[in-house]
């Protein structure tokens, strides 16, 4: 879920896969070989307006905080 500070999320998304890839996968005349993490998305929830939540790593990983997002 994008965080933006000050006014929490608007989107869910599930990642399906993480791996490295580059940004010529995508646009080939950029020529750009840099590693980077590319995610595979599944859109899960869009908000009517952004949900203020407190993230805390301790509780980034763990199914609970969804479903209180998701409340």
Same mark, same amino acid.
């Given at each position: 879920?994008? %965080? !933006?500070?000050?006014?929490?999320? @608007?989107?869910? %998304?599930?990642?399906? !896969?993480a791996? !490295?890839?580059? @940004? #010529?996968?995508?646009?080939? #005349?950029?020529?750009?070989?840099?590693?980077?993490?590319?995610?595979?998305?599944? *859109?899960? @929830?869009?908000?009517? #307006? %952004?949900k203020?939540?407190?993230? +805390? !790593?301790?509780? +980034? %990983?763990?199914? +609970?905080? *969804?479903?209180?997002?998701?409340?």
């Amino acid at each position: 879920m994008p %965080y !933006i500070k000050g006014k929490g999320v @608007k989107d869910l %998304y599930l990642i399906h !896969i993480a791996r !490295i890839g580059n @940004k #010529a996968e995508v646009d080939p #005349a950029s020529g750009d070989k840099e590693p980077r993490l590319v995610f595979e998305l599944e *859109l899960i @929830k869009s908000f009517d #307006a %952004y949900k203020n939540i407190r993230p +805390t !790593i301790f509780e +980034t %990983y763990r199914d +609970t905080v *969804l479903g209180w997002v998701l409340d």
